[in-house]
């Protein structure tokens, strides 16, 4: 054995080490994403602390544009100024729809007076603390209209058409190797017979 020969056995087994230390760097960044999305994005759908609304009128002008994503997160102690999503009681106009405004006065017990930053006029509805969703927590400007497109039937036809498309492609390998002999076919023209062998 020379030494190259022994150089090249150890630069191989330094470069698994490498990419053994980089996959399990990979796996624990990916494992503290799925993680710090599960304590504080995950939908409460799906059981956990986030609801999310898109902001949708005029009513919370200068500070939420109608197209925004608002990210709740439920809480407790609940008070004046603070923003929070709240469902619309049952038996009104646009019951279960959550509406993002503030808190003017008060409290979870007797239901809170809600306004809109925009509005000159308080809600009509004053939420208890069992209908609030949650306190805006972060606000992602233009999101949910992006959002709102994708959730079209028709973006969402397209968008599965193209990934039927995708793995229909990607089961049959594409050889770009010209023909050889064997692979290539004889063009015999109509009505001439072949000479068997």
């Known amino acids: 054995m020379t030494t190259d020969d022994r150089r090249g056995r150890h630069g191989s087994r330094g470069g698994t080490a490498l990419r053994r230390f980089r996959r399990l760097v990979e796996l624990g960044f990916g494992l503290a994403f ?9 939908p409460t759908s799906l059981g956990g602390p986030a609801t999310y609304v898109v902001v949708r009128g005029d009513s919370m002008l200068p500070g939420f544009h109608s197209g925004d994503l608002a ?4 809480g407790s102690g609940y008070g ?8 619309v009681p049952d038996g009104e106009v ?25 509005n000159p006029a308080p809600d009509p509805w ?4 069992l209908d609030v969703a949650g306190r805006v ?7 949910g209209r992006a959002l709102t497109v994708a959730h079209q039937p028709i973006v969402a036809g397209a968008v599965a058409a193209s990934i039927v498309v ?3 492609l990607a089961r049959r390998p594409i050889s770009l ?3 050889g002999p064997r692979e290539s076919r004889r063009l015999v023209p109509l009505g001439i017979s072949q000479p068997r062998a």
């Open 80 to 87: 004046p100024g603070d923003v929070i999503g709240y469902r």
């Open 166 to 168: 995708m793995v229909l």
């Open 126 to 129: 004053r939420p208890r603390g």
């Open 71 to 74: 990210i709740l997160q439920a």
């Open 94 to 118: 646009g019951a279960g729809h959550v509406v993002v405004h503030r808190i003017v006065a008060g409290d979870a017990g007797s239901g809170f007076t809600m306004e809109g930053d925009n």
């Open 137 to 143: 927590w972060l606000l992602l400007p233009g999101v």
């Open 177 to 179: 190797r010209p023909a």
């Open 34 to 42: 799925v993680i710090g999305w599960a304590v504080t994005l995950r």
